[in-house]
């Protein structure tokens, strides 16, 4: 109305005034009255505003949805901020653990199984750099989101063109003022009465990014709390089971990748929506965007308010990372060994069958508890060309966590950069989460 | 506590007294406070339930699931058979309203355009019996639907067994008791801590299912809406649109196919849980469970309501039905001369590619506002063996509902059945919705 | 067109025998090239059809879909009733593995981290109880499926009432007909051009729900191949890894798993197409069910011919089973002391606040390597009433399987009684996968 | 092989040559054999590719990932490229449809009932804008787009730094290497075996984004196909149907809209897979990749090619709108009697009552098939302050097409901005499809 009214449309300043002095009173139980009869939510809540104020001089020129639109388009906006700022204060946090965690040395897995050694401080950065990039996704969208202004009911804006006479820079004016006002750099042109839905899928789908590194870590927490490496910590009168008094289980990991698994269930109504507009806008999609939105945004603030606990407190056990390393160095030195064995000379495929064999060998006699002198055997073997002593070296040589280092500063380095360009994200605490 | 005490554990009685007599003085808010503490909610409620009462006789021989997998089933079987009674009480409306309309004929349509005459009884009968066999497979669900019992934490009553000093039979009739107290004929023998969450997403499904045959029917009676041919019916007060007073569109059905999309999400949410548990239980879809099942049977529920009131406002606009027919009518015989043709001796191929020579012309002179004689020109038409004054016959003949009829009656007597049986659904009345 | 004959349709036996002869003579690439031309592909095969026989007595008084959706039908059901056989087979072989494996015991998991004994049998019988619970929906629905039949553009079968002369009697006698050629009980009364898609959703749901207890078995058997308890076996000349010659990896289970996300796309597919009908249909859905139905029933077959090969090669490693029961048995045997401290008068609460505290301080000694005896750490403590002796009698009793021995025997029973119906199971044999 | 050599690494030139002249001989069938014994695909096809070359140089330093993720990132980004410049073609198709339709006006719908007059070359602008949109969306992902790289098993680099002795900087540089010869201008650094699968989900998405607004266009035609105002075209020799000669449905639009429904499948195959990441990569996702993403390519593409024929041939039934104009103009004309009444003192409510009152009598009359003199009825209503005249003259105001000509305009310069930074676009031709 303020914007209208400076713009030349005959609203008076009183009305304004009239309005403004009401917005207290609005009775939520009135409009729901209102409703049952009018079967319209805005023309309820229209009627029961102007009603207070006693006038009508609201929502001149305008469709319901030049109103709800915005607003909502505002709301989504000002939610992915949030979200932007607590996975930048998450990514400050994995940067901290990272480099506190960077010289443990423990024998990383891939299909699950033991692979090669690697530093637990990567734990932070292999995940935190998925979240890294989602962030970096996330803040462009937040920067290309249009805004779909004020177009009435099927894009034209016949009734503003009206209200201002025609005049076509008026009412450019107005939408100019209105995205001002909502704090958006970018407007749409030729939208119908609501904005495209696929801007809703890609909300929902950057948002579904943004949890899927934390949710791949909180998966492997979870995986580390089973086999002793790692836990989340466990607060004094805390209980792990009503049943089991021992158990300590990474629940707050298991309530971060339930929350990312309704989150998919959110992606899907969101394409759902995504192209299936009729005409110039059937607006079918109402309800579902009434559950839709409110749901998505609790859900992954939820997840990244128990991800910053669950960092906080993250607890890994070195001694434990240790006695596997001992277990499982001979075994997962193969690579080294294979690449030791070509470098000097052996066939690829003979070393790789070679190695592999005593390597199961050793795995079954272990399983068993059987002895198996791995050094020894594959010293015998032909088909590999190194002594005992040199094997035993390479061996030794596998327990470094090789390039982690480098990698690991290169991560704490992105993270110093952005949080440097984003610094309300420090304001973030971590939390108390049930 | 009583069935274990009745089966000869040492629980006082006045134990289940001090219990009883506490019920009514739980707070929430307490509950909450423990919970911050001991991050286990169920551990949190025996907390309280055991302070106030005095004493700790409670959960004996159980983990927390013992509790709450059983009493979630329970509810969930009750939401079902609340939808089904919802769902037969439709079908029962549906019935009449197809009885209402079976006279009255219009332009039936596939791919959405005019296709041949059918009856306006049967939008009741063809997506009222989609419904049916929802609601058949719904009931056999319900009917099925295991209860997981009293298992312990990994399944093999460990600590039941010991309450009862090892004897199989005492854990069994316990397991009977509780079954027999919830409602449940079936039970499930060698689950985990959990029962199987296929079972969830079975129930998703079976619920999405359900109402695949309404979201169909309200999305033609959106189509219709834009044809003229039906309308929602319009109340005393109701607004179609803040801007353009002469708005009327289906906006209850446009709800329907909403509430529908959110039960999409809700069917990938469960399909998520499903084939996901690690071990004898990983509990991990714990807050999925929290948001999924409350909301999918909120959101099912008020699309049932919400076709109850559709079913029971729809208006068929006969007048304008009739229109169509007799401006589509020449047209939409094709397949009758189609038929007639072939039966005439003509070659299928030929007689199809005259009648359509001549049908896209009549279409192509009516689009531009010029005249066609379509049955002057289809007899002149050597590919066809039929004479003007057949061919004004088959024409005629095309504008009958033909075998609608029977289809209706067979869907009434189907539906008398199941309401028969399910009398029950007598009870449940058209609301009021917003 | 011979059951049209023999319901004295003017259709000669030569058309009948003119039509048979050519089968093997239909060019795929001419009907492609007709199909350009057409824009319609069941009109580009009956032509390519009739050019060969040299005649047009095909395909009379009817629609494409009354072709395609009868046909497509058969096919669903065919397909589920390779899936229902092969499930039963796997089950077949589940149930010897539970009787193989029942007498082994190893700590069970509940939240991933270890929980209490079990035994070994049961990951059959808890995951194959799953899968026999999905076999028995599969059934019902390959019982309950009902065919479309033959119905015309929009259903009130105008066409074959004028075939044959407006007598219903035949018409349903055609039906009948059709349905006993392609095998179904049950037809269809009210449908519109196309049979309602919530069955086609049924259908996907159910072969999601058939791979759900595969899918959390193979989950389950990569997370043993972790910790070194199971493995997929390693047949001779398989390589694990190309860089670490030591991987034995559970790669037949992640593609189980890998198939089963598959499915879940499919499942979203279907969810699309039910509850989107236009009319009397729209058969919009065309496209997306040629991809979704080879490609569904191609994936659920892969994921059970894996699963056959897995549960027969499986090997459960009894050692390490073993080595870890001694390592963790103290402090698993938390419930068991529980449970008998309860029972000789301890307060429940205190009881497990007890239990707890020492079972921590045992499992984080033993994680830095330090020993704590925990047995008189118990013993000493106040809140406990059991001696030391009865303690190390819990603790030993803690490592029994419980009632696994019945609830394995249960599924034994249930499975053999599935496989007597059902004998053709036996005749599905282990296959070789890649 | 050449990198490695370049940068110090023991490979003879004769070994690339070697592998170089044998790259035609490869036997797929052989690698099949291969596979079966070796379970692993990528050791079988360098087994193969070794055997035909005499010699073992290939694949040193790597992982098997280190081969495929970086060849299937290549391919990915090749293929979103292709479809990035098939949008665009689609866009300058629009553009020239947007411009060829600017001046024809017809009765836009909201909600799927009469709304306004608006332009029918926005129907391109509108969705066209949306697809812009996407185009920009995806132009961003495909530069952000980071190479994995070579990492080696874990992701920590130890095979390649060894073949290297150490030296960091000849990693880097052959990593530098890859990239640019595979194109990308970006790597990831700190990844374990495999990409962060949100990167394939954001892939996905992105595609799914794309066909977002094509879809909606492609609904919105079958919904004016329908209604009679627009078509697809119907080529020499088409057949609408098999058994009604006279249909002419928007058959390729259904097959936009169907192949989009599949795309909503891959796009929860893809969220399957993000988010679930054991430790250095579980890999588990490779089946899913497997089919996901020809799948993913090949339904988008189609539907892209289906979109430049749709485009192409539409067309736009003036006389048709004109008549629906002419029916529906002074019901439709109700805002703008809303606005001017308000514009002449009339409260807006009381307006909005009065307006709608008559309009809906108006259209039962019509319906009905009787006539009511809507201008004589708001003229004589008093809470109407506008003559008849001035009513006349705001309806035939309200035929207009208001702003849509600058909208037009906007949307046709954003295109072309768009083509002359992508010239090749132009080289796209609307293809043949069946």
């Given at each position: 109305m303020e914007a209208q009214r400076e713009l030349g449309?005959?609203?008076?300043q009183d009305a304004v005034s009239a309005y403004r002095s009401v917005i207290d009173e609005i009775d939520l139980s009135s409009i729901k009255r209102r409703e049952l009869r009018t079967r319209h939510d805005v023309a309820a809540r229209l009627e029961e505003f102007c009603s207070l104020a006693g006038c009508?001089?609201?929502?001149?020129?305008?469709?319901?949805r030049d109103l709800t639109e915005n607003v909502e388009q505002a709301q989504i906006r000002d939610s992915l901020k949030l979200l932007f700022l607590k996975a930048v204060a998450a990514l400050r946090l994995m940067a901290q653990r990272a480099q506190d965690f960077a010289t443990i040395t423990y024998v990383g897995r891939t299909h699950n199984v033991p692979a090669q050694a690697t530093s637990a401080g990567r734990l932070f950065s292999v995940f935190g750099e998925e979240l890294l990039w989602a962030v970096e996704c996330l803040g462009k969208l937040i920067d290309d989101y249009p805004l779909r202004g004020l177009k009435g009911p099927v894009g034209v804006q016949r009734e503003l063109l009206s209200l201002f006479d025609g005049d076509e820079s008026r009412v450019e004016a107005l939408e100019d003022s209105i995205a001002e006002f909502l704090g958006f750099s970018r407007r749409m042109s030729a939208v119908g009465q609501v904005y495209p839905r696929s801007l809703d899928f890609a909300v929902a789908a950057a948002v579904f990014g943004l949890l899927s590194g934390p949710a791949s870590f909180a998966t492997t927490l979870r995986l580390m709390s089973g086999t002793g490496l790692a836990g989340e910590g466990f607060a004094e009168?805390?209980?792990?089971?009503s049943a089991m008094p021992h158990k300590m289980n990474a629940r707050s990991s298991e309530r971060i990748c339930a929350l990312v698994e309704v989150l998919r269930g959110h992606v899907v109504m969101a394409a759902g929506l995504?192209?299936?507009?009729?005409?110039?806008?059937?607006?079918?999609c109402s309800s579902t965007r009434r559950v839709l939105f409110p749901d998505l945004f609790l859900a992954s603030d939820g997840a990244l308010e128990t991800l910053l606990v669950v960092v906080d407190e993250m607890q890994f056990f070195e001694q434990a990372a240790l006695e596997e390393m001992n277990r499982q160095l001979a075994t997962i030195a193969s690579s080294a060994l294979l690449s030791a064995s070509v470098s000097s000379g052996a066939a690829r495929s003979a070393a790789h069958a070679a190695v592999q064999t005593h390597s199961l060998a050793a795995a079954a006699a272990a399983r068993n508890g059987e002895s198996y002198d791995l050094i020894q055997k594959l010293a015998a073997?032909?088909?590999?060309?190194?002594?005992a002593e040199a094997i035993r070296g390479v061996i030794e040589q596998a327990a470094s966590g090789s390039q982690a280092d480098s990698q690991i500063l290169g991560f704490v380095r992105s993270v110093e950069y952005l949080v440097d360009k984003n610094p309300e994200a420090c304001e973030i605490k971590v939390g108390a989460i049930p």
């Open positions: 449309a005959p609203i008076p009508e001089f609201v929502h001149w020129g305008l469709t319901s009168g805390q209980v792990g089971s995504a192209g299936r507009q009729w005409y110039e806008g059937d607006v079918s073997d032909d088909a590999l060309p190194l002594e």
